[in-house]
């Protein structure tokens, strides 16, 4: 008797060490990017522009691509299939970061959350009582240790009036409209070009950083030239390109206290 108990005594064991308690159970895993979307007004009146929230939360060391130029991946894009008369505007993005990955690759990303706005004007024919509905997908890249696609495919249901009230969600846009990069104010950017080289200069700056657009004029070596703890950044000119002849992109620049702010920057050479 004592012989058969023994076998059966570690079966019991055996089984009970591979289910863990309730408490002690592997959490399901996050995904890399929740995406969500609201309206800045809660009725579509017609002539009049509504503002569209898309935002994209990602999970803890991943990241999404910006729009500007990029060794690697490729920006979020929105496709909306829009009805007849009504015209959206493109996608307003915040400055990204730099991120330069192993072997020199230099990327612009996003970490943590981005919020990106976008236009939608509602034609003056919109006929008021009907609830429009807008079907649009939302596609992207989020990458950590590798790369994993994404995909949305959702509607916008708007209900046409007479008269709106802004949403609950309309602080969360002013906040991401503020974070938009704005031109350059006139005479607060010096920019020396001389043979090879364009070398950009803001007086109050302690770190400057420079993220082109993809079509900025070629650059020789942004991950060495990019970036600089001082208010004086030079850039070495690449090889010409075609369509590709202006300095175009965001100036990211370092205050005292920790602050930064962001210009854009569109200029043709000795400009």
Request: hydrophobic share 45%; with cysteine.
């Amino acid at each position: 008797m004592r012989l058969l108990l023994l076998p059966l005594l570690a079966w019991l064991l055996i089984g009970c060490g591979e289910t863990p308690p309730e408490d002690q159970a592997t959490p399901a895993p996050l995904p890399q990017v929740t995406f969500s979307h609201a309206t800045s007004h809660q009725e579509a009146v017609p002539g009049q522009t509504l503002q569209l929230l898309w935002r994209f939360d990602m999970a803890p060391q991943w990241h999404l691509y910006g729009p500007g130029r990029n060794d690697s991946g490729f920006p979020p894009s929105v496709r909306l299939d829009l009805p007849d008369g009504w015209v959206a505007g493109p996608l307003q993005w915040p400055a990204p970061e730099r991120y330069v990955m192993a072997g020199g690759i230099l990327d612009h990303v996003y970490h943590g959350q981005l919020l990106l706005v976008q236009e939608l004007q509602v034609p003056v024919s919109a006929a008021v009582g009907p609830q429009v509905v807008i079907p649009l997908q939302v596609d992207w890249l989020a990458c950590k240790d590798a790369c994993v696609p994404g995909q949305a495919k959702t509607s916008l249901k708007l209900t046409v009036a007479e008269q709106t009230t802004p949403s609950a969600e309309i602080a969360t846009i002013e906040k991401a409209l503020a974070a938009v990069p704005v031109p350059a104010p006139e005479g607060a950017l010096t920019m020396t070009w001389s043979d090879g080289w364009v070398e950009l200069e803001v007086a109050d700056a302690t770190g400057l950083a420079f993220y082109p657009d993809q079509d900025c004029l070629a650059l020789a070596d942004l991950v060495r030239d990019g970036e600089i703890d001082s208010g004086r950044l030079k850039l070495e000119l690449g090889k010409a390109v075609a369509g590709q002849t202006r300095l175009k992109g965001i100036l990211k620049q370092q205050l005292s206290g920790g602050v930064a702010r962001h210009w854009t920057i569109n200029i043709q050479p000795g400009g």
